[in-house]
């Protein structure tokens, strides 16, 4: 990201994600940047998807750092690239470390974090949306031969997840990034 957004051009739209680390996490986020011109977003995996907040930013922030406590870091793995059909998205499905996703989103998605969510939820690693379906197949193609031919291994460990909320032009801004440690989720500075 080149700046921060003027604070007006923040919007009510917040996520909790973990950053890919590593040369994985560069690669994917180069794919996705072959795959989608114009593609911002760095390489993550969700817990909690894009949604309104009914409390302040600061508020919501306490209840991310309070809701990691009792989770550590884990190893997450990517077997296989997949589409959802609905939504016309690439993705990589997530093999080792599903469960804990699904920890870490039950355990968040709740209070002033709470939202209904349009789709179930469903641990991955977006390489390609927002495309059209009849380019759909030939970026999913793109998107398996490209993770073939040249991802570094897709097994790493997950050890911050990042609170972000959204801009008017679809920056998103990390407000905090707290370290998995178990019992002692902190701000990471």
């Known amino acids: 990201m ?10 009510n739209s917040f996520a909790l994600v973990s950053y890919i680390p590593g040369r994985l996490g560069d690669f994917i986020t180069r794919l996705r940047e072959d795959l989608v011109q ?11 998807p894009p949604r309104p907040l009914q409390v302040d930013a600061h508020t919501a922030a306490d209840q991310v750092r309070s809701g990691l406590a009792p989770f550590n870091a884990f190893e997450l793995d990517m077997p296989r690239i997949r589409v959802f059909e609905q939504t016309a998205v690439v993705f990589c499905e997530i093999g080792k470390g599903r469960e804990e996703l699904f920890d870490l989103h039950e355990a968040m998605n709740r209070d002033g974090l709470y939202f209904d969510e349009p789709f179930d939820f469903h641990p991955h690693v977006t ?3 927002g495309i059209s ?11 398996v031969s490209e993770w073939r031919q040249f991802a570094p291994s897709s097994l790493v460990t997950i050890e911050t997840v990042t609170f972000v909320q959204n801009t008017v032009g679809n920056v998103w801004i990390d407000l905090e990034e707290c370290e998995l440690r178990g019992l002692a989720a902190v701000p990471h500075r």
């Not at 080149?2 to 919007?11: E, L």
């Open 2 to 11: 080149c700046c921060d957004p003027a604070p007006g051009d923040r919007i």
């Open 127 to 129: 390489l390609a949306q």
């Open 38 to 48: 114009g593609c911002v977003a760095r390489s993550h995996v969700t817990i909690l």
């Open 133 to 143: 379906s009849e380019a759909l197949p030939e970026v999913y193609e793109r998107a």
